[in-house]
């Protein structure tokens, strides 16, 4: 195959560094909300839910796209495959988790509900790093040999189809913020023309805006 024919592995990466980003930061951030400030609380749990939904449905398309293939061509890979699904299930399990704790500190604004989903949040954290790192390490080099360009293509659309609307944008620019310059410019040449003009016109800053208003000491 030629570069252009193989699949762009580096998207993933660029996916994955989102997740590391907002999962590292928000157990902080929830520690620090004042006692029975619900609004502050609802704000950090909309914004990790969304960060919790993203994963969830990352995980999903390679579920139901990648790992199949996988088996059925790189067989004497198995193992790592069966690695990486167990790996997903021991991640669903912790969203499973904060799935209920989350609306129990949204509505309480408790200090002691507050440090489950923090504490929560970074068992994720710890379980999901090992799980990027195997996957970027071991599982990329064989998409890059076993898997058409259009076979991975799927696995972007099958996510792009589970975002909101209304919050393409915002997604955008969490996708953005640590992208290098190559990256960043490769992101924004996959989109239409007029999404480029609104990313520029109007995207950016709002997401500037919506990440100051989360991260606010």
């Not at 489950?116 to 064989?142: G, N, S, W, Y």
């Not at 480029?196 to 950016?204: C, D, I, K, Q």
Request: glycine share 4%; net charge negative.
């Amino acid at each position: 195959m030629t570069t252009d024919d193989k699949p762009a592995v580096w998207e993933m990466v660029v996916v994955h560094r989102l997740f590391r980003r907002e999962l590292k930061l928000a157990p902080e951030l929830i520690r620090r909300v004042t006692p029975g400030d619900t609004a502050r609380a609802a704000v950090l749990a909309a914004h990790v839910k969304e960060i919790l939904a993203g994963l969830h449905h990352h995980h999903e398309a390679e579920d139901k796209l990648l790992w199949p293939l996988l088996l059925e061509r790189v067989t004497f890979e198995t193992e790592l495959v069966n690695t990486m699904e167990a790996q997903h299930e021991r991640v669903a399990d912790h969203i499973e988790a904060l799935s209920g704790l989350i609306p129990a500190w949204e509505r309480s604004a408790a200090a002691e509900d507050g440090e489950r989903v923090a504490a929560t949040i970074e068992r994720l954290h710890d379980d999901l790093l090992v799980h990027l790192d195997q996957e970027e390490e071991r599982i990329l080099p064989l998409v890059s040999e076993h898997v058409t360009k259009q076979e991975w293509d799927r696995l972007g659309e099958y996510g792009r189809s589970h975002l909101s609307k209304e919050r393409l944008l915002i997604q955008l620019g969490a996708l953005l913020e640590d992208a290098t310059d190559w990256e960043r410019q490769a992101f924004l040449g996959l989109l239409p023309l007029p999404a480029r003009v609104m990313w520029a016109l109007v995207g950016e800053r709002r997401y500037r805006k919506e990440i100051a208003r989360v991260r606010v000491a």
